[in-house]
């Protein structure tokens, strides 16, 4: 399967690329992002077909499907990584929690988030692709939270490959800095800087595009990717875990084979809901995707308004914080899909001259067709984790929490529907101990105790460990300071 661009072609780059091609250097002309030149048809066969397989079984011929151009053997390698997360045998249990509310768990893996659900293969596919081609790699990734620690943790002592990763200082959970500034493996880079996300996923953009960084790179003997979902090779595996999902309810009876579903997805950068999106196109039975933000709400008022406007706007820090975002990246995928390269194009300039785009009525139909959105403040998601906590004997962290309020507002509930947990309890704690039990302001560790306490469930070994390692990666800079710290680095 080849693949092209969201924004049409500009004529220094080649008309259609690989899948390889695409992962390596993930930012197609004009800024634009890559995507399957046709999406393959899976249909109610393949549905019947992996009933009763095994996750691996089932992402290996999905991946087939797709027809990339990676040998089997290495695809065998990276999906066997789910050996390693709590269940090998079933690496995403889908939970009952409610009565036609059912919740995929994606954080079972090393750094109990929903990321290492893709980037646990992703970092050998990349690594055995620079290792076959004899170039070095330096691979960005700016993180709200999760990303980080898992991009670190799949690349860490991997060959021809070295990764500088960007965090908001100050904008993730203690718990997800501890992941990132103990990681000592000496091909990785932790650069805090004084900003939010969006200022993290506009330089990495920047450098991604950018020839004179590249040339530089290059007097390294190093070439340019990224790990961020503008990374196809991201969005691939995130694809999977939805068809899994749904074949778990029909496991469990709890629907038929064809019967439709709701995907409800907490949202930042958009990635796990494209995920879905190219799921139900792809021949998964969905009735609609449901889009649940934090008070950072900008994909709520484009899916209810048709207007994308940044003007005026800044990121809130909220409970939620790997939501805390206003550039969503995925939503490109989105409008190439529906509307076309020229559109697209069009919408993406107006977004970075403009700072806003809107699309016409029909246009927001269309989207409307597919998706529907709510938000939910922080106070609102702490009540829903308290009360599904006491009600449903059901612990849950505050992005998903998210979910709960768009379930009741934006879903028939006689339609079952799949809420997507994306990251374990022990990411939030502080958030999550004041949701059960009032208590304010207490330390990472304090939280994790009280919660484990109440909710009588053990703190993993690999976070609690988290709080006596010693932290290594201390560099904290202005955003400026950005390209001079990696090439340092390099």
């Known amino acids: ?31 634009g992002l890559y995507v399957p030149e046709k999406l393959p048809e899976l249909g109610q066969a ?29 695809i065998d390698e990276a999906l066997n990584l789910y050996d390693k997360f709590d269940d090998a045998a079933n690496p995403v249990p889908v939970v009952k929690v409610k009565e036609n509310l059912y919740v995929s768990e994606l954080y079972h893996g090393p750094t109990r ?135 778990e309810l029909v496991r469990q009876n709890a629907i038929e084979m064809g019967e439709k579903v709701y995907l409800n997805v907490p949202s930042g950068n958009f990635g796990n809901a494209l995920g879905g999106y190219y799921a139900w196109k792809m021949g998964l039975p969905v009735e609609k995707i449901i889009i649940s933000s934090n008070e950072n709400n900008v994909l709520t008022r484009l899916i209810k308004t048709g207007k994308y406007d940044l003007n005026g706007c800044d990121v809130v820090n909220t409970t939620s914080p790997a939501m805390d975002i206003l550039k969503s990246s995925n939503v490109e995928r989105i409008l190439f ?52 906590f006491e009600n449903d004997n059901y612990l849950m962290d505050p992005h998903t929490a998210t979910c709960f309020k768009s379930y009741e507002t934006c879903s ?13 309890w022990t990411k939030f704690s502080p958030v999550i101990a004041n949701a059960l039990t009032g208590e304010v302001d207490a330390e990472d560790i304090i939280a994790l105790e009280s919660i484990s306490n109440t909710a009588k469930l053990a703190i993993p070994a690999m976070v609690k460990e988290l709080f006596t390692k010693e932290i290594v990666q201390k560099t904290i800079i202005n955003k400026e300071d950005i390209e001079k710290e990696i090439l340092d680095f390099i």
């Open 1 to 31: 399967m080849n693949f092209i661009q969201t924004r049409g072609i500009d004529p220094s780059k080649p008309k259609t690329v690989t899948f390889s091609q695409a992962i390596l250097d993930p930012i197609a002309s004009y800024g």
């Open 46 to 74: 393949f549905l019947d077909k992996h009933l009763n397989s095994s996750y691996k079984v089932l992402a290996k011929d999905m991946l087939d499907a797709f027809d990339i151009d990676i040998e089997s053997e290495v």
């Open 113 to 247: 988030a929903f990321k290492d659900m893709a980037l646990q293969p992703f970092g050998i596919v990349l690594s055995s692709i620079a290792q076959k081609k004899n170039e070095n790699y330096l691979i960005l990734a700016a993180t709200s939270g999760d990303t980080g620690p898992a991009a670190l943790e799949t690349f860490k002592n991997r060959a021809n490959v070295r990764v500088a990763c960007l965090y908001p200082d100050g904008g993730t959970s203690d718990v997800q800095r501890l992941q990132m500034v103990t990681e000592d493996a000496q091909n990785l880079k932790v650069i805090g800087i004084n900003g939010v996300f969006d200022d993290a996923q506009s330089a990495l953009k920047r450098l991604l595009a950018s020839s004179e960084f590249k040339s530089a790179l290059s007097e390294k003997n190093t070439k340019l990717s990224a790990a961020n979902s503008v990374n196809f090779g991201r969005i691939i595996f995130q694809i999977i875990y939805h068809i899994h999902s749904y074949l």
């Open 337 to 388: 899909d529906m509307f076309g390269e020229v559109r697209t194009k069009e919408l993406m300039q107006d977004l970075e001259e403009k700072n806003v785009y809107e699309l016409t009525a029909d246009e927001l139909a269309t989207l409307r067709t597919c998706f529907d959105a709510d938000f939910c403040n922080g106070d609102e998601g702490k009540a829903y984790i308290k009360d599904t």
């Open 412 to 424: 028939d509930p006689k339609i079952k529907s799949i809420i997507y947990s994306t990251a374990e």
